[in-house]
């Protein structure tokens, strides 16, 4: 068994609720400090192995994090883990906390050599990525990003029935890790214009581009309902905000995503037809 979760106090009402997991002690240090020098943080809890963070998280060290727990928020509001740890590894983590009924925000902690991983990691629903040498800007950064879906920089109470009836959803500010020429870029899901399926690939494409990535269009479409993801056809799913028109064509209906010269048509397939009229055409509020 571990040494006993570390905690510090920097404010006592307000900031976020985050755990650090890594199984060396000079990088779980680092990253603590790190996570301190925020002033959206209030408390970091940390863990030796993933072993050690799942019992912090099921509340056998804390009693805040039992209590929100019993309120139906996230035990923590993020856990920043080391994907590299032995016994059950950060991707082992990141499966289970899949598993919970409201999880916490997920950020990894790579290495070079564990890069890799970072392509196929998007599945579990990492919010976003670390590489180690860590640097301050990088951290400050991951934790706006946590500080955007959850929604708030102030801890929940237990009293907190909106959030417990609420449980942060994805935000625009969810990025996904693409691999180009040996490197990882993260790329923010409000870049993507349309996705298109590849067969068990699918391509995002932006503004400023195309890229793969190893995850199945069906996957994308159910994780991007909330975010204004539609599917138009079995090979397209578009940004239903970035459409700007619907067309008849000689083969059927046609969807046209942006305007001007990088405007971009593609096919509305039959069965998909009635549903994109119903979401783009909306009946007007009542008490007009």
């Not at 020098?37 to 993933?50: E, K, N, Y």
């Not at 799942?54 to 019993?70: C, H, N, P, S, W």
């Not at 064509?249 to 995503?257: D, E, K, L, Q, R």
């Amino acid at each position: 068994m571990g040494k006993m979760p570390d905690t510090v106090s920097t404010q006592d009402n307000a900031g976020l609720l985050v755990l650090a997991v890594d199984d060396e002690a000079p990088g779980l240090s680092e990253i603590k400090f790190l996570l301190e020098s925020s002033p959206h943080i209030r408390r970091v809890l940390t863990a030796f192995d993933a072993a050690e963070a799942l019992r912090i998280l099921r509340g056998d060290y804390e009693q805040e994090v039992m209590a929100r727990t019993k309120a139906g928020l996230p035990p923590v509001d993020a856990v920043f883990a080391d994907i590299n740890m032995p016994g059950l590894s950060g991707m082992d983590l990141a499966r289970v906390l899949s598993a919970f009924r409201y999880p916490p925000a997920l950020v990894f902690v790579t290495g070079v050599e564990e890069r890799d991983a970072l392509v196929t990691a998007f599945d579990v629903g990492a919010l976003d990525f670390i590489n180690k040498p860590i640097n301050e800007e990088r951290v400050l950064k991951a934790i706006s990003r946590v500080a955007d879906r959850v929604g708030r920089t102030a801890a929940p109470s237990a009293s907190s029935s909106t959030s417990a009836q609420n449980p942060a959803e994805p935000t625009d500010d969810e990025v996904i890790p693409v691999e180009l020429g040996g490197t990882i870029k993260l790329v923010p899901r409000a870049s993507v214009r349309y996705v298109e399926a590849q067969g068990d690939y699918a391509r995002l494409h932006t503004q400023d581009g195309s890229h793969l990535v190893r995850i199945p269009l069906a996957q994308l479409e159910e994780r991007w309902a909330n975010a204004g993801f539609v599917r138009i056809h079995r090979s397209y799913l578009v940004a239903l905000p970035l459409v700007s028109e619907l067309r008849m064509t000689a083969n059927g209906y046609a969807v046209v995503i942006g305007t001007g010269e990088g405007a971009k048509e593609l096919p509305v397939s039959r069965r998909h037809t009635k549903e994109l009229k119903e979401r783009i055409v909306r009946p007007p509020k009542s008490g007009w």
